[in-house]
C-alpha cells in the first residue's frame, strides 16, 4: 500500500499563523522604487529581515516547538543550523523556558553565534562542530537520538513547513491584488515548500520561482534528477542557503508548486547585497539576498508584472563586507589580477604605472619582493577598473609594450593561493 505523501493543508498553515500571533506580529509588504523603476515592473519585498531574530526562521521553529506534547518538551530540545534557524530555536527556548542544544558549524559567521547566545539565554548550549551544516546536523541529529531529546529539524518537517508557510498566508492578504511572480529562496527547501504551496492552493495562477546559490543548488538537482541526492562539494559562501541535500519532504513538494528554480552566482548576490544597502538603506545576508539576485536573470519575464520578493534575513556580518565587495567586483568584472614579471631595475614598476594604468584604473594592490641576481621577479597587480569593457583596453597596453604578464582571475587554483 502507497504511503500518502503529505502536503500542507490551507488550514494549517492558518493555524500555525494564529499560533505564532503569540509572539509574532507580520512583517511590511513594501514597494521597492529603485527595483521598480530598474526592471520596469512592480516590485514588492516581503520584509523577514526585520523579524525580531531578524529572519523568518522563527517562524518554523516555534511552531514545531509548540506542537510538542509537554512531556517531551522537559527533556529538552536539539537543533542544528548554520545560524538563522539556531537564533529561531534559542528564541523559542528563551520564551517557553525549555532546555535547547544547538549545533552549529565552525564555520559560522561570530555575529550569528553570538545573537544565538543573546536569543538563548541560559536557555541554550552552544556545540560548533564540523565544517558544513550538513556535518553539524548529523552530529546534533546523533546527539538527539542518545539523549532522548527531541531533534527540531531546520526545514524537512511539517509542522517547519508549514511554519514558514505563514509568510505566503500573509503575503496573500497584503498584495490586495494578484501577483504574478514570488521569489523565494532555497536552502533546505522548508520555506519554498510552504509559500509556495500555500500561494499555489489561493493563487494558482502565480508564478513561484525557487532561488538557490549557484554553488549549491541542492533543490535544482534533485528535481533534475527526479530524486533528492547529496552534493559531493558546495560553495559556503551563502551560508544560510549552503546546503549539500535537499529534504525528502521539500522536494516533493516544490517539484510540485514551484515554476523554476534560478541559480544566482554567488558574485551576483555580492552586488545585490551592496546595492540593497547603498539604494535602499536594507541590510541583507547573502541568503536574504537571493530573491532579488535573481530579478536580474529573469529581467525580461518580469518586465511589467507584479512580484514579490522574500527578503529572508538580515543576520550578515560586518567583517564580511570586504569579501562580499571583492567578490561583487570580481563578478561584475571590475577587479583584475595579474602576475607581472618585471626587470630588476629602479623604477620598472614607476613606468609599469605611467604606461599602462590608464586614466580611469586604480592599482588597488601590488605584491613585490625584489630577489638579487635576477634579471626579472614577479608581482602581484590588482587593478579596478570603471568599466568591465576597460579591461581589453588595459591588455592592450600591457601588449603594446612588452609587458609579460599572467592573467589569474579564471585560474581558480593559483587565484585560490595568491588572493
Same mark, same amino acid.
Given at each position: 500500500m502507497e504511503t500518502k505523501k503529505y502536503f500542507p493543508a490551507k488550514q494549517d498553515i492558518e493555524k500555525a499563523s494564529e499560533t505564532l500571533t503569540e509572539i509574532l506580529e507580520m512583517t511590511p509588504f513594501q514597494r521597492n522604487s529603485n527595483l521598480s523603476d530598474t526592471y520596469g515592473a512592480e516590485v514588492f519585498l516581503k520584509r523577514e529581515d526585520l523579524q525580531m531574530v531578524r529572519s523568518y526562521k522563527i517562524r518554523g521553529a516555534y511552531n514545531k516547538i509548540r506542537s510538542i506534547a509537554p512531556n517531551l518538551l522537559k527533556y529538552g530540545i536539539v537543533c542544528a543550523s548554520a545560524g538563522n534557524h539556531a537564533q529561531g530555536v534559542a528564541f523559542s527556548c528563551n520564551k517557553l523556558q525549555i532546555m535547547g542544544s544547538i549545533y552549529m558549524p565552525t564555520t559560522t559567521p561570530r555575529q550569528k553565534i553570538e545573537q544565538v547566545r543573546m536569543f538563548g539565554k541560559e536557555y541554550i548550549d552552544i556545540v560548533l562542530t564540523g565544517d558544513t551544516f550538513d556535518a553539524a546536523n548529523s552530529a546534533a541529529i546523533e546527539y538527539a537520538r542518545k539523549s532522548g531529546k527531541t531533534f527540531i529539524p531546520p526545514f524537512d518537517d511539517e509542522k517547519i513547513i508549514e511554519g514558514q508557510g505563514t509568510i505566503g498566508y500573509e503575503l496573500m492578504k497584503q498584495a490586495q491584488e494578484p501577483l504574478d511572480y514570488v521569489f523565494i529562496p532555497i536552502g533546505g527547501g522548508g520555506l519554498a515548500s510552504g509559500v509556495g504551496a500555500y500561494i499555489k492552493m489561493v493563487s494558482p495562477e502565480t508564478k513561484i520561482?525557487?532561488?538557490?546559490?549557484?554553488?549549491? /543548488?541542492?533543490? &535544482?538537482? #534533485?528535481?533534475?534528477?527526479?530524486?533528492?541526492?547529496?552534493? $559531493?562539494?558546495? !560553495?559556503?559562501?551563502?551560508?544560510? /542557503?549552503?546546503? &549539500?541535500? #535537499?529534504?525528502?519532504?521539500?522536494?516533493?513538494?516544490?517539484? $510540485?508548486?514551484? !515554476?523554476?528554480?534560478?541559480?544566482?552566482?554567488?558574485?551576483?548576490?555580492?552586488?545585490?547585497?551592496?546595492?540593497?544597502?547603498?539604494?535602499?538603506?536594507?541590510?541583507?545576508?547573502?541568503?536574504?539576498?537571493?530573491?532579488?539576485?535573481?530579478?536580474?536573470f529573469c529581467a525580461d519575464k518580469i518586465k511589467g508584472k507584479r512580484v514579490a520578493c522574500i527578503v529572508s534575513g538580515s543576520n550578515n556580518d560586518i567583517v564580511r563586507m570586504e569579501e562580499i565587495r571583492e567578490k561583487s567586483l570580481l563578478y561584475e568584472g571590475l577587479k583584475h589580477y595579474f602576475i607581472i614579471n618585471f626587470p630588476q631595475k629602479s623604477g620598472a614598476i614607476l613606468t609599469f604605472i605611467r604606461d599602462i594604468i590608464g586614466p580611469t584604473d586604480d592599482l588597488v594592490h601590488i605584491q613585490y619582493i625584489k630577489k638579487t641576481n635576477k634579471d626579472h621577479g614577479p608581482a602581484l597587480i590588482g587593478i579596478e577598473v570603471a568599466a568591465k569593457e576597460d579591461l581589453d583596453a588595459l591588455i592592450r597596453r600591457m601588449e603594446a609594450h612588452n609587458i609579460s604578464y599572467e592573467y589569474i582571475n579564471e585560474n581558480n587554483k593559483l587565484f585560490e593561493i595568491l588572493i
Open positions: 520561482i525557487g532561488v538557490e546559490p549557484l554553488g549549491a /543548488a541542492c533543490m &535544482k538537482t #534533485a528535481i533534475e534528477k527526479g530524486e533528492v541526492v547529496e552534493l $559531493e562539494h558546495i !560553495d559556503k559562501f551563502v551560508d544560510g /542557503a549552503a546546503v &549539500k541535500k #535537499a529534504g525528502k519532504l521539500t522536494f516533493e513538494i516544490c517539484r $510540485e508548486v514551484l !515554476d523554476d528554480i534560478i541559480k544566482v552566482p554567488e558574485g551576483a548576490v555580492c552586488t545585490t547585497i551592496i546595492n540593497m544597502y547603498n539604494k535602499s538603506a536594507i541590510v541583507v545576508e547573502p541568503a536574504g539576498a537571493l530573491s532579488v539576485a535573481a530579478l536580474r
